[in-house]
């Protein structure tokens, strides 16, 4: 004790100030390592280590992994055990090139699609539109190149050589359809002739498609025209006010080509149907396709919660809620809600005008801010319509993450939310758009711990410097 008595006595304040700066500058490195570890991997670095090797030294019972969460009858047991990749979809309602997204860059001055979004698409038109046999038929081996082409007007003039090679070719109306056409009445036009087309091209394939792989795959680029060419028809129809028409149009579509149910028809015809309101035909649909085998999207959750809430939200006030409790009518439209949220946290910012929407681009990501903005720019309306709908999503929708403490880390009726979403959006929405990041991370206990130690240190360095013999005779006493 006299030892150590001495030793503090005989030090000087330049000690104290080392000590202090030393102190602060290893503070600060453990705090940006942590930073660093969660920014990467999610979780606290220290946090980890204690838990997975020293609390089983110390004789602490080690925690066990989380048991997967509930799971809604939508998901699967394949879906619990694999966890999700950010697949990016073709958007089932995506606008038109010519007629929509060009006029909007006129107005604007704005480019309303990214270039990985129209790259995608290139692809898929590649993909679908072309096979193996286009070097026999000149005009598909123009329409081949086209795809291919990054400039619009070399596109179109692709279009019109491979027309002038055969007044039949269905895809260079289509090419047409979608990006010279600067109105919705103008696609139209072009989209019945390359419908006349196709349907000759689909027939003569179906009579030889068994001869060899050649015409199998022949039969297959066929088919994928014809149908993409009925759905652009019926939507078409849907933009021009006819939605009846539309609505007979994809549910003859549906019919006839069952196998193709992964193009997500569907949800074009939900979306007419609430146009209608004709609200058991939706239901009817919903029946079918939110299914424990298929994928879910927003448009099937959001329209099912829109459904549950329609029977209720007339007469829903949350003070009188509050007072007497929910009906079982209303528990099962707040249930329905919250799963809807829980799919995609992104779309009630959108559907309350939170948040301003954009063009929804032509491909989306599920549960992602993306996917978000295109249900938000088509159903926003049907909300509406129905008198108290949003006030009862305003109402109940955040107490979705009150039943998921770490929406990022664990799921409730869905898998955990993926954490990849962010930057797949940022690639699919244009930059002038604000991407929508939630639900956000928490920083871990041991980020806010070291910031702080970090500071207090810093803190003692710098009275040290300013009043060394006061804080001399402070850490003395």
């Avoid at 204690?50 to 998901?75: D, K, M």
């Avoid at 039949?168 to 056409?181: N, S």
Wanted: aromatic share 12%.
């Amino acid at each position: 004790l006299l030892t150590v008595t001495v030793f503090l006595s005989t030090l000087t304040p330049k000690f104290y100030f080392a000590l202090t700066v030393t102190s602060s500058f290893i503070s600060g490195l453990i705090f940006v390592f942590e930073w660093w570890h969660f920014r990467k991997y999610g979780t606290s670095f220290i946090e980890q280590v204690s838990v997975s090797h020293l609390r089983p030294l110390i004789g602490g019972a080690e925690n066990s992994p989380p048991a997967p969460a509930a799971f809604s009858a939508g998901e699967n047991e394949t879906s619990r055990q694999n966890m999700p990749e950010c697949k990016v979809w073709r958007n089932p309602l995506n606008l038109f090139r010519g007629a929509e997204y060009s006029r909007y860059m006129w107005v604007t001055g704005k480019e309303p699609l990214t270039y990985y979004d129209m790259n995608l698409s290139a692809q898929d038109h590649q993909t679908f539109f072309t096979c193996d046999t286009d070097a026999l038929r000149p005009s598909d081996t123009v329409m081949q190149k086209a795809w291919r082409e990054r400039n619009p007007q070399a596109r179109i003039k692709a279009a019109y050589q491979a027309l002038e090679l055969n007044n039949d070719c269905a895809t260079a109306y289509v090419l047409l359809a979608e990006e010279e056409a600067t109105t919705i009445v103008d696609a139209e036009k072009y989209f019945k002739q390359a419908l006349k087309a196709g349907e000759i091209i689909y027939r003569k394939s179906q009579n030889c498609h068994s001869q060899s792989p050649q015409h199998e795959a022949q039969l297959r680029r066929d088919t994928n025209v014809l149908v993409y060419v009925k759905r652009r028809l019926a939507m078409c129809a849907r933009k021009l006010g006819r939605i009846r028409e539309a609505v007979k149009m994809m549910r003859d579509l549906m019919k006839e080509f069952p196998l193709l149910s992964m193009l997500n028809i569907h949800e074009n015809l939900l979306e007419a149907l609430l146009e209608l309101q004709a609200y058991a035909d939706v239901q009817a649909v919903l029946a079918k396709y939110d299914d424990i085998s298929l994928p879910k999207s927003a448009a099937i959750c959001y329209t099912a919660a829109l459904l549950k809430a329609r029977a209720v939200s007339e007469r829903f006030s949350p003070e009188t809620a509050s007072k007497r409790g929910l009906s079982t009518a209303e528990i099962n439209a707040v249930e329905a809600i919250h799963r809807a949220v829980e799919f995609n946290p992104h779309v009630p910012k959108y559907l309350l005008e939170m948040k301003s929407l954009v063009l929804p681009p032509e491909h989306i990501l599920k549960r992602g801010d993306s996917e978000a903005v295109a249900y938000a720019f088509f159903h926003l309306q049907h909300w509406k319509r129905i008198e108290g709908a949003l006030n009862l999503l305003h109402c109940t929708w955040e107490g979705t993450f009150r039943m998921i403490p770490y929406p990022l880390e664990k799921g409730h009726l869905f898998y955990p939310y993926p954490s990849c979403t962010e930057t797949a959006d940022r690639e699919l929405l244009p930059t002038f758009h604000e991407v929508s990041v939630y639900p956000q991370k928490e920083l871990p206990f041991f980020i806010h711990f070291t910031a702080g130690l970090c500071s207090f240190s810093a803190m003692l360095a710098l009275l040290t410097h300013q009043f060394p013999e006061l804080m001399v005779i402070f850490a003395k006493a």
